[in-house]
């Protein structure tokens, strides 16, 4: 299972109209507060269900996923296994602790 895998079930689930009403709202053109985020227009709900079939996904692929340009929310709650072990983990390599 990799992270590629992951943004192409993410990119099928994409809601194109959501995500232009998403872009506007969140202020994300150049200037505004949220200039370079990029939304997918995915409800929670699917955003879980992928997160649920994926948990386990190893931690270079989950960072792979964290890296994404796709809006936080969207890595957040697609980032699959324990969150706060992930983020743990995270952190430790970008320290320098290898786990």
Known sequence: MTAEIIRKQLRKAADKDKAKILQRFFKTDPGEYGEGDIFLGI?????????KEHDGMPLNETIQLLNS???????????PGSKEKKISEWRNMMSGNIV
Do not use: F, M, N, Y
Not at 45 to 51: A, D, E, F, I, T
Not at 71 to 77: E, G, L, N
């Open 69 to 79: 340009p796709d809006h936080a929310a969207v890595c957040d709650r697609a980032v």
């Open 43 to 51: 409800s929670v709900p699917v955003l879980r269900k992928l997160s």
